[in-house]
């Protein structure tokens, strides 16, 4: 009997044997298995052949060059800073997103009237397909001319901004953040609305006020939420690319360069398919880095 | 604090934020509607006759039709088929687990953590050499397999939900695996198939890297349809939120509609 059945819906399987009726899962089973297995396999080994190869699609040549596409990445300034852009990206939208989720999964929590359009207004943006956002607030908004934000700073008597020139970076974090604070909202909303409504009367009759309430009762009881959002946006925003393509294209400069982003500009944009391979196996390791953690809390989940 | 006070407090601060949150949408909705002068005017306009030849031009262009098709298209069919491979594996997991069912459902998970970026180059040669590259069957193939782990994730959760003494009396009246699955689980799980190709339709129709890697004009869908609007020749505002709001609408009503068995689905059952 596997772990997952220990969570008291044991009957099925033992049941299952009981009548003598045992299917063979395997033929029900295998199709998933096969084509995952493919999926994971075939590009992952070609990305590590590629990545020892001397390999441009300009250049009918093809040779092994064992660690040399590593080094010469590796030696290049443009990789360190693509990783840290990565680092950063990720990092500030994190940090943006858990914050301004739970805060309004608090306030969410609250019943007031029209509370539930309100939640749907607010869950929109997750399903704003990033193209879109990305143009909407490149031109709509953050348009130094005719965009909103350059008409409210010349309304209050400032110089407007010239996002994408002057904060290429914190332009596309804005963006990014804006598509994953509902995501972040949804999952802590749902977190925080599984809590004992029982708890937090028993803690209000103790006497604990609002602040009190979240630092003890309401932050603890969501630490497992949080930690599960970190990890799946994390996933993510390891590769945003969407919006760098259609804003920025990784500009100025590499200002806006991510990994995903370098990648694509050396396989694509200059045809150094063993370049981009190894590249592509850093981002493998980095991404495999978090997973580990990811794949670690869901199957605690799976035993509780 | 009183009750009343902290009542009007949240009323102000949630609709606020919630407004806040939704003003870019709503900013796009009303420039669809305005003429292409009144979308760059500043101060901007508020008060403006609506009109609607951004959506008449949007429709007038053959081509948009034919990206929002290969939008449908290749949402539609790649879930459908994630679904059907996924239903016979989600069914023996959720009623005959062994001791490798967990193993697998967690491998199966980590499949999904591969960042897409890391095998765009071997991709991009096998669809070049296999002829798939700007077809809808390869954007199909794609989102199939992108979607899998999580199609079978959340039909195994759905599937553990169902009480398993119906199936076992539908075994013993002789139903076979397969009049099991069609006759009994799956009218039984039919809400939780709904929302699971909800969201398999909403990841496929918002999926923006391959789309924009690997199909050029004849397999393009909307994702990047929209993206052609960021060359500077296409600066037509107007239009750009016509044709936005039209690619967003449907996804919009469809995670509306699913979002707490999202919440299931996205965090792979870790918060319900």
Known sequence: ?304 | MSSAKSGVLSFVLGWGAALLLFFPILWMLLTGFKTEVEAIATPPTLFFSPTMENYQAVFQRADYLSFAINSVVVSVVATALAILIAVPAAYVMAFFPTKRTRGTLLWMLSTKMMPPVGVLVPMYLLFRDFGLLDTLTGLVIIYTLMNLPIVIWMLYTFFKEVPPEILEAGRMDGARAKQEVTLLLLPLALPGIASTSLLSIILCWNEAFWSLNLSAHNAAPLTAFIASFSSPEGLFWAKLSAASTLAIAPILVFGWMSQRQLVRGLTFGAVK
């Open chain 1, 1 to 304: 009997m596997s772990a997952i059945t220990a969570s008291g819906d044991v009957k099925p399987a033992s049941s299952a044997r009981r009548s003598g009726q045992k299917i063979r899962t395997l033929p029900f089973i295998a199709p998933s298995v096969l084509i995952l297995l493919v999926w994971m396999i075939v590009p992952l080994a070609m990305t590590l052949y590629f990545s020892v190869m001397r390999y441009n699609l300009l250049n009918p040549v093809v040779e092994f060059t064992g660690l040399g596409n590593y080094q010469y990445l590796l030696e290049d300034p443009s990789l360190w800073t693509a990783m840290w852009n990565t680092l950063v990206l990720v990092g500030s939208v994190l940090a943006i997103t858990v914050v301004a989720g739970t805060l309004l999964a608090v306030l969410f929590d609250q019943e007031f009237p029209g509370c539930g359009i309100a939640r749907l207004f607010a869950i929109a943006p997750f399903f704003v397909m990033p193209t879109v956002s990305a143009l909407i607030w490149k031109n709509l908004l953050m348009h130094p001319i005719n965009g909103i934000f350059g008409f409210l700073s010349r309304s209050v008597g400032l110089e407007p901004i010239d996002w994408f020139a002057q904060y290429p970076m914190a332009s596309v974090i804005m963006i990014v953040s804006w598509q994953w604070i509902p995501f972040a909202l949804l999952i802590l909303l749902t977190a925080i609305q599984s809590l004992d409504n029982e708890q937090k009367e028993a803690a209000r009759m103790d006497g604990a006020g609002p602040l009190s309430m979240f630092f003890f009762i309401i932050l603890p009881h969501l630490g497992r939420a949080i930690s599960v959002v970190v990890m799946i946006e994390t996933i993510f925003l390891l590769t945003v690319f969407a919006e760098i393509f259609v804003t920025t294209s990784g500009g100025p400069g590499l200002a806006t360069t991510n990994l995903a982003f370098l990648i694509y500009v050396r396989a694509l944009l200059e045809f150094d398919v063993g370049g981009a391979s190894a590249g592509g196996v850093i981002a493998i390791i980095l991404a495999n880095i978090v997973a580990f953690f990811v794949v670690r809390t869901v199957a605690r989940n799976l035993e509780a």
